[in-house]
């Protein structure tokens, strides 16, 4: 079908005035048949007062939340939106800082066998035997996030050290969740049907200060669009259709606590 462009008459000439329904007729050309491997999924991630990209972003301050892939920044106390699709827990393996490519020397899952560790004075787990390599516990949450114009957009969220703690109440939390049927009964509703409220507070122990996540319930996902598209996200994840560049982050402002595992 012919595709037309509108047209103003300014004075004697006329200004062409793009109209959105040619996008519409031309929609998915050209992205539609990209793989996980054309496409990088975005990281959510808590700025901190010495994290790199606030040299870059002239109106970041440490506790907004920051996508690695947009640049977009959002304030701490305003948050995010999200919907929970997916949950994995990995161990992931880390060359000794300032050496290798900064990719990761061996991602392991929870169910492989995990290499032996002992706790360093810097609280990091280094492997026994591996030249200094560490292992970190990192919590992987794949989200939805939700944009107050409606507007989706696939994300990871990260969860480890300080936050690793945070990210077993938020697995309580959904796990914990009920709902009734059509008949009165109670059930346990999927890990997409609920929409959470992301922010950030300052927290600090003996060893630091920084910026954690503060996670709390908004509501039920009610848009069956979103809910849809929510389940689809899920179950390409599940599928492993989902493709992750991990980046070694360093963190500069706080020690963990947690225990050796």
């Not at 975005?42 to 690695?68: C, R």
């Not at 936050?163 to 938020?170: A, D, E, G, M, N």
Request: charged share 30%; with cysteine.
């Amino acid at each position: 079908m012919a595709t037309t462009i509108a047209k103003k008459k300014k004075g004697e000439g006329e200004v062409a005035i793009m109209d959105e329904n040619m996008f519409a007729a031309d929609a998915g050309v050209g992205v539609s048949d990209l793989s996980s491997e054309d496409l990088a999924i975005p990281f959510l991630k808590v700025l901190q007062k010495m994290s790199d990209e606030l040299d870059d972003l002239d109106d970041a301050k440490a506790g907004d939340i920051y996508n690695t892939v947009t640049k977009n920044v959002v304030k701490g106390k305003d948050g995010v939106t999200v919907i929970n699709c997916a949950y994995s827990l990995q161990y992931i393996e880390w060359e000794p800082r300032g050496t290798g490519t900064g990719a990761p020397h061996h991602i392991y899952s929870s169910a492989d066998d995990i290499p032996q560790t002992e706790r360093g004075d810097d609280n990091k787990d280094y492997v026994v035997g591996g030249s200094g390599r560490y292992l970190e516990r990192t919590a992987q949450h794949y989200v939805l996030i939700i944009d107050e114009d409606g507007m989706t957009q696939q994300a990871l969220l990260p969860m480890k050290s300080t936050q690793f703690k945070k990210s077993k109440q938020w697995n309580s939390a959904m796990r914990s969740l009920k709902m009734k049927d059509s008949k009165g009964g109670l059930f346990t509703p999927p890990r997409f049907s609920h929409i959470w409220k992301l922010e950030t507070v300052p927290e600090e122990n003996k060893n630091g200060s920084w910026h954690g996540w503060q996670i709390s319930k908004d509501s039920v996902v009610s848009d069956p669009s979103i809910y849809a598209e929510a389940k689809l996200f899920a179950e390409s994840i599940l599928a492993g259709q989902v493709s992750v560049k991990h980046v070694r982050e360093e963190e500069k402002t706080s020690s963990d606590e947690d225990v050796p595992f």
